[in-house]
């Protein structure tokens, strides 16, 4: 059964609007950016995570993922180096700058999303957190059509129904993991930052820089990082449960 709209719509509102947020300026981004530099500054959106889940659900974030937050920001910074000097960007300059803005603007509405979708999953339904954000979306979809419409081909009409595909089969796989567990920002597959490179060369020809795939790698290696010392840190805590459950039998 779905939820009440008087009492749960705010909530579904707020996700369903950063869940848009964040396709619009990621979108955005790979417009003007390599698919390997928009991919990588995805990252960031765990990192946004870690902060919100804090100040929003009181989650208890300890020393060590401050410090792999702090050492992924370092490892965005690198990443958006090359695109930082405004007084010598010309206009492809000034593009990745736009570029990388919208990355980062993605990855916070994400973060935003991410969270608020584990904040209703402890009263609504999964399905019903896809349908209020698929019906949300779609409204929103069909305002810009007042921007301009253009009919598209054969080509891209099947481009765009195999990408609605997808992706809303990611939003529920999304939408069920985040409803299945708290949002641990770097339990996710650091796998894509390598196939966008693969992809972004045999379908455009693009390669990505150096700091690209350093940042990238920083990153990375700050997620891997927390996801060790915090399965370290539970399974004590699993141990110290069980030795106190025999110590009391």
């Known amino acids: 059964m779905l939820p009440s709209p008087a009492k749960h719509f705010s909530g579904h509102l707020v996700r369903s609007i950063s869940g848009t947020g964040g396709m619009f300026f990621g979108y955005l ?4 950016l390599p698919l390997a530099d928009a991919t ?16 929003l659900l009181s989650e208890v974030v300890r020393v060590y993922r ?6 992924g920001f370092t490892g965005v910074l690198v990443m958006l180096a090359p695109h930082l000097d405004i007084v010598k960007a010309d206009a492809i300059g000034m593009g990745l700058l736009l570029g990388s803005a919208a990355g980062l603007v993605a990855a916070f509405f994400s973060a935003v999303s991410s969270v608020q979708i584990r904040h209703l999953a402890k009263t609504e339904q999964p399905g019903a957190i896809v349908l209020y954000f698929s019906l949300v979306t779609t409204v929103i979809g069909l305002a810009t059509a007042v921007f301009g419409w253009t009919m598209p081909s054969i080509t891209q009409l099947c481009l765009l129904l195999a990408a609605g595909i997808f992706g809303g089969m990611r939003q529920i796989l999304i939408t069920l993991s985040f409803a299945m567990h708290r949002p641990r920002c ?24 150096a700091t690209t795939i350093a940042g990238g790698i920083i990153v990375a290696a700050a997620g891997l990082f927390a996801v060790w010392r915090e399965s370290r840190l539970k399974r004590s ?4 449960e069980a030795a106190l459950a025999t110590a009391e039998a």
Request: charged share 5%; aromatic share 14%; net charge positive.
């Open 186 to 209: 770097w339990r996710r597959s650091n796998s894509t930052l390598i196939w966008s490179v693969v992809i972004g060369y045999l379908a455009f020809g693009q390669l990505p820089v």
């Open 29 to 32: 981004a790979l417009a003007y």
């Open 40 to 55: 990588a500054l995805s990252y960031a959106a765990p990192l946004f995570t870690v902060i919100l889940a804090a100040v």
């Open 66 to 71: 401050w410090t792999s937050v702090a050492v």
């Open 237 to 240: 805590l699993q141990m110290a």
